[in-house]
Structure formats: C-alpha cells, structure tokens
C-alpha cells in the first residue's frame, strides 16, 4: 500500500488539473467534460457500461489464455531445436509489423462479429512478447547448471523442466505483463471494427451520438481492467516463484 501512494498522489493531481481547467476554462462537456462529469454520466449508464464490460473482459482473457499457451508451446520448439529458432523468430517479428488498426477490420470481415476474430486479434498481438522472454530467458540459464544435470544423465524434458523453466519464469512474468497492456486494447479495436458488444462498440456508439463524457467513461473503464490485469499477473507471480522474493526488491520483506 505504501508503493501506491506516489502513484495515487499523482493521479489525483491530474484529476484535479483537469476538474480545474474545465472550471475555470468553462470548457463545454461535448468537448472535454470534467472528471467530476464523466462520473456521474458512467454511473448514471452503469448498466449499459457493465454489459459491454463483460464481453470485452471475456475476450481479453480468453484470447491472452489463448496467446499464453500458445507461446510456451513454441518456446518448446523453439528450445529443443535451434532450427526451428531460426525459421520461426522472422515470421514472428514480421507479425508485429502489421498494424493494428489495419488488421482489426480485416479479421472482422474474414471471421465476422463474434468471439473468433477478438481472440485472434488478441492472440496475435499478445502472442510475441510472451514467446520472446520465455525464449530469452531459457538462454539465461546458469552453463555450469545444465553441465551438472548433463553429468547426472538428466535428459532434455528433466533439464528443461527442473532447470530451464524455473530460470526463465521471471522473464516469463515480464513478457506477460506487456502483453496484458496490449490484450485490452487490442480487444477494444477489434470491437470497434465491428462488433455486437464490447467497449470498442460502446466507444463507437457514444462517440456517434456526442457524449463524449461516455467515451471517456469507457476509456477509464478500460484502463481500469487493464490495470487489474496488470496486478493480476504480479499476485501469480509471487505464487508461482515465491523464491524471487530474495533477490527482488520490488516486493515486501527483501529489504
């Protein structure tokens, strides 16, 4: 709680920044309405807001599941045969050239306005970040380490599960916590292409309609998942490595 307070102490100067410039600046609400204004407005709409809340949180999850597993399974490959590494690492970073915004409307029209073309947009754009820091950090393992399971006759899936995994999990923990940033939003665009429902839709529809202090109610929504998200993932990782708590002075009591 005590890490917090910078980060809140900051936030609320920035809130009170932009109450003050729309006070005192008699800024209309169709422009840029206050904080205070795009509270009431979002709960005055909760309803409506919570139920594309759900549909965009069930995509993100499922697609960002979708990516996890997907990722080990390469990083599996990747691992095992240094041939693979070498065919599959370039068509991984073309796949990041593409741009978002241009691929959202095509996975739309290729797979139409269901779940299908979020999880794959998901997917795809979470997919990278989390191959690469387990790739990475299975290249962090201590030589002398492997040498000694070599000598005990350890086999690759002994080595690789008792020594290349737990070295590369901390990584792992980094890598998924950029692609959980980029999970929501890419969500969102694919809803805002074209979808049923969702916040990418709710955007769409308010901004079509000029309220935007229902815009930027979404958005704080938005933000608001993506950051529990983000927490989310620092909670499993003191479950998953509780030994990190000895090096890392990040967490509480390593001080």
């Known amino acids: 709680m005590r890490r917090a307070i910078p980060a809140t102490i900051l936030f609320l100067l920035l809130l009170g920044t932009w109450?003050?410039?729309?006070?005192?600046?008699?800024?209309?609400?169709?422009?840029?309405?206050?904080?205070?204004?795009?509270?009431?407005?979002?709960?005055?709409?909760?309803?409506?807001?919570?139920?594309?809340?759900?549909?965009?949180?069930?995509?993100?999850?499922?697609?960002?599941?979708?990516?996890?597993?997907?990722?080990?399974?390469?990083?599996?490959l990747i691992d095992r045969w240094n041939f693979a590494r070498q065919a599959v690492m370039p068509a991984l970073i073309v796949s990041q050239t593409l741009p978002i915004v241009v691929l959202a409307p095509l996975v739309v029209i290729w797979f139409g306005f269901g779940l299908t073309p979020k999880l794959i947009l998901v997917a795809l754009v979470t997919f990278f970040p989390v191959t690469v820091a387990l790739v990475e950090g299975y290249s962090t393992t201590d030589p002398d380490a492997a040498a000694l399971f070599r000598s005990i006759g350890a086999g690759w899936w002994a080595t690789f599960r008792k020594l290349r995994?737990?070295?590369?999990?901390?990584?792992?923990?980094?890598?998924?916590?950029?692609?959980?940033?980029?999970?929501?939003?890419?969500?969102?665009?694919?809803?805002?292409?074209?979808?049923?429902?969702?916040?990418?839709?709710?955007?769409?529809?308010?901004?079509?309609?000029?309220?935007?202090?229902l815009v930027l109610a979404a958005v704080a929504v938005t933000s608001a998942v993506t950051l529990a998200l983000f927490l989310l993932t620092h909670l499993i990782e003191r479950r998953v490595i509780p030994w990190r708590t000895a090096t890392d002075g990040r967490w509480e009591g390593t001080k």
């Open 19 to 76: 109450q003050l410039y729309c006070t005192l600046g008699h800024i209309g609400n169709d422009v840029l309405p206050s904080p205070s204004h795009v509270a009431r407005a979002g709960w005055d709409d909760r309803g409506d807001l919570w139920a594309n809340t759900l549909p965009t949180l069930l995509a993100t999850t499922l697609g960002f599941t979708l990516a996890t597993v997907s990722a080990f399974l390469l990083s599996l």
């Open 165 to 213: 995994l737990p070295t590369a999990l901390p990584s792992f923990f980094t890598g998924l916590r950029i692609a959980i940033t980029y999970a929501v939003v890419a969500t969102v665009f694919a809803e805002y292409a074209g979808s049923e429902k969702g916040l990418g839709i709710y955007m769409q529809v308010a901004k079509n309609s000029f309220r935007t202090d």
